[in-house]
């Protein structure tokens, strides 16, 4: 069992920059990724960016690479996204997602920060 609290989320001009993070706790030593994703008003969720636990490997969305950094804090069992030269259509609620050992897929979730992003 993980739980995952997401902060960071706010109000920002367009070319600014946010840093969210989330803070797992619980059976944080199963943990085997860490990934952000985010759901738009009428639109489907969809993947943004994610990263091994262990290794720090890291994947990105084609739509903000360059952009956006996924970093992580072990130690901390916090993972981090920077997210730079926002623009008004990155405006979404941003989940954080964590994916187990043993499991193919993400079944634990945050409750989500919202991202606003002005033009």
């Known amino acids: 069992q993980v739980q995952l609290v997401e902060s960071g989320g706010g109000l920002v001009q367009a070319r600014g920059s946010l840093r969210l993070s989330c803070t797992a706790s619980?059976?944080?030593?199963?943990?085997?990724?860490m990934a952000w994703f985010r759901r738009a008003p009428g639109r489907e969720r969809e993947f943004v960016a994610g990263?091994?636990?262990?290794?720090?490997?890291?994947d990105y969305a084609d739509f903000v690479k360059g952009r956006f950094t996924i970093s992580r804090d072990t130690a901390k069992n916090t993972v981090y996204l920077q997210m730079n030269s926002l623009k008004p259509e990155d405006t979404a609620v941003y989940y954080c997602?964590?994916?187990?050992?043993?499991?193919?897929?993400?079944?634990?979730w945050g409750q989500g920060t919202q991202v606003t992003v002005s033009s």
């Open positions: 990263i091994a636990w262990s290794a720090g490997s890291t």
């Open positions: 997602a964590a994916q187990v050992i043993g499991s193919f897929e993400y079944k634990h």
């Open positions: 619980g059976s944080t030593f199963s943990m085997y990724a």
